[in-house]
């Protein structure tokens, strides 16, 4: 999958292609059917799927810490991305710029111009260009007039549940990781660089893996039994806490992951942390003690539910 990071990195060679638009936050069942369509397309015109993205999303400039919590971060949205076959992905970095292009600029300058679109795969509710003026009805007008055919996303439904990232983050924040797995079509993953923290957790005889969490808003909080893996190497079982740690009173939302029978340093490693259930909310405790015997129990949860998967 090829990476195009910013519109100025568009080259004439990248001209023609079926196109969709959107955030593609969680990358879940429902994207996973827009870009299953799109790629069908691909093949029919002999072009390739590219799929335009935002880096930050649009709400994330307007509204700063008030967006809504982010399901997966850029580096974690191309790797689903490439999973599902999409050929090249237009990352554009969203900013007041590109915010100021006028709804006709956006279609006529970067979608025909540059991108050269034949085929244009885009919600029914996608609005674009300066104050939003942009909307589906102005796309297929265009199409009819420059060329290229567009067509809306349909709604995915997994049981009585629409598939959207909303409802994805919903499902997360009440700890109900099954379902959103199921919306997700994947487990719901957090992926990160360990780095050194206050050690505190050694000292209780439960060393963490940490991991500072470089978002605005965090979609999860809490313990965790979680799946814990990194390049080459096997999959250990583990409990985590995401949050503030009040018992020490953090300043900063972190992943801290104390995985089973292992000893080793990963200082430095980027690991995957796959969220398989929510044991408890996040809860201050009068001493360290306290919190220890609070991980004790949190650990043997954690084990039964292992320990029941695999029978």
Same mark, same amino acid.
């Given at each position: 999958m090829e990476l195009?990071?910013?519109?100025?990195?568009?080259?004439?060679?990248?001209?023609?292609? +079926?196109?969709?638009?959107?955030?593609?936050?969680? +990358?879940?069942? %429902?994207? *996973?059917?827009?870009?299953?369509?799109?790629? *069908?397309?691909?093949?029919?015109?002999?072009?390739?799927a590219v799929l335009m993205t935002f880096e930050p999303q649009?709400?994330?400039?307007? *509204?700063?810490?008030?967006?809504?919590?982010?399901?997966?971060?850029?580096?974690?949205?191309?790797?689903?991305?490439?999973?599902? %076959?999409?050929?090249? +992905?237009?990352?554009?970095?969203?900013?007041?710029?590109?915010?100021?292009?006028?709804?006709?600029?956006?279609?006529?300058?970067?979608? +025909?111009?540059?991108?050269?679109?034949?085929?244009?795969?885009? %919600?029914?509710d996608f609005r674009f260009g300066r104050q939003r003026q942009g909307n589906y009805e102005m796309l297929c007008k265009a199409g009819e007039r420059l060329g290229f055919a567009v067509e809306s996303t349909q709604t995915f439904m997994v049981g009585s549940h629409r598939v959207s990232s909303t409802e994805v983050r919903q499902q997360l924040a009440l700890g109900h990781m099954e379902q959103a797995r199921r919306l997700l079509g994947h487990p719901y993953i957090i992926c990160g660089r360990v780095a050194h923290g206050q050690k505190i957790g050694r000292t209780i005889g439960f060393p963490t893996a940490n991991i500072a969490l470089k978002r605005q808003v965090v979609p999860v909080r809490g313990v965790f039994a979680v799946r814990v893996f990194w390049p080459d190497s096997d999959i250990y079982e583990g409990v985590a806490n995401i949050g503030f740690r009040p018992t020490v009173n953090g300043q900063q939302c972190q992943l801290e992951v104390h995985l089973f029978d292992f000893n080793e340093s990963l200082y430095g490693k980027s690991i995957e942390v796959e969220l398989v259930a929510k044991l408890r909310d996040e809860q201050p405790f009068d001493s360290l003690e306290a919190l220890k015997k609070q991980i004790l129990n949190d650990a043997d949860k954690a084990k039964a539910l292992f320990s029941n998967d695999a029978s």
């Open positions: 195009i990071r910013g519109i100025h990195n568009i080259l004439p060679a990248h001209r023609g292609c +079926v196109l969709t638009i959107g955030n593609f936050d969680g +990358v879940h069942r %429902g994207h *996973a059917q827009v870009i299953s369509n799109l790629l *069908a397309k691909a093949k029919q015109y002999h072009l390739p649009p709400l994330e400039m307007f *509204a700063g810490n008030e967006a809504p919590a982010r399901l997966s971060l850029l580096r974690d949205k191309l790797l689903l991305l490439d999973e599902l %076959g999409i050929d090249r +992905v237009l990352c554009v970095h969203f900013n007041r710029r590109f915010a100021s292009m006028t709804a006709e600029q956006f279609i006529e300058d970067l979608l +025909v111009k540059q991108l050269g679109v034949k085929y244009l795969v885009v %919600g029914d």
